[in-house]
């Protein structure tokens, strides 16, 4: 790396409904392998491609606010959850870019589910002009693109060198070797809804705040 103290921001949108262990722990290793030195969660509000959270955007708050505790890597910023409007990422990319300029490395993180289904974001094309693309493993997922035409745009932008993403403000897609972990906010609910433990899955202070709130049974 170019410098020691890099500026490349990252950025790690989703839903959080709630935040899980299969969020929080590959991304920590993620940071370990490309040198970030802080990481931003972004819960988003009302996903565009997706259905309604549960959890309101509060709890989903508090719960990303309780699983951060004490983990100096992870800040939250909650501007997707001000907006009552879809949270469209390359919207919010593009509000980022004015306010950090157009030189600054930029990354935003999703797992490789995300990596497979992102033709389908709005404006998904405009997405690496703005950012880089830091992709976490995730268990279930295949690793090549659904198309050969979506193969070669990985191909065309996919870098291994760590170097890029800090020098670079935007355009390579990293695929990090990241520890896998087969959780889900799916399941997660799914079990709790059975009455299930899920102690391994989450962090013990989301678990509990889950408990208090009576969320998802
Ligand atoms: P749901 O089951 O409700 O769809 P989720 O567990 O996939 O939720 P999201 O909040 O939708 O969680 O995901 C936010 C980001 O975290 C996405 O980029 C997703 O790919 C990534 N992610 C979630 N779980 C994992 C996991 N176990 N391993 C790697 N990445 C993950």
């Not at 980022?96 to 389908?120: C, H, M, T, W, Y």
């Not at 997922?141 to 670079?168: C, F, G, I, N, R």
Request: hydrophobic share 40%.
């Amino acid at each position: 790396m170019a410098n020691s103290v890099s500026r490349l921001t990252a950025l790690y949108g989703g839903t959080f409904d709630p935040i899980h262990y299969g969020h929080l722990k590959p991304v920590e290793a993620l940071a370990k392998q490309v040198a970030l030195q802080q990481v931003t969660i972004m819960p988003n509000n009302v996903p565009p491609h997706r259905p309604q959270p549960l959890a309101n955007s509060q709890q989903r708050k508090a719960m990303v606010e309780l699983a951060i505790a004490g983990k100096p890597l992870f800040r939250l910023d909650d501007r997707e959850l001000q907006r009552e409007t879809p949270s469209y990422t390359v919207e919010t990319l593009e509000q980022l870019r004015v306010e950090i300029g157009a030189k600054q490395p930029l990354a935003f993180i999703v797992g490789q589910d995300s990596l497979l289904n992102l033709q389908r974001w709005h404006r998904w094309e405009t997405l690496l002009t703005l950012c880089h693309l830091l992709v976490c493993q995730r268990p279930g997922y295949a690793l090549s693109m659904d198309t050969p035409e979506e193969q070669q745009w990985l191909d065309k932008h996919q870098t291994t060198s760590v170097d890029e993403l800090h020098s670079l403000p935007a355009g390579r897609i990293y695929l990090a070797p990241t520890p896998l972990y087969d959780i889900s906010a799916t399941a997660i609910r799914q079990r709790l809804e059975q009455h299930l433990a899920c102690d391994d899955l989450l962090p013990p202070a989301v678990a509990e705040f889950i408990r208090q709130h009576q969320l998802y049974c």
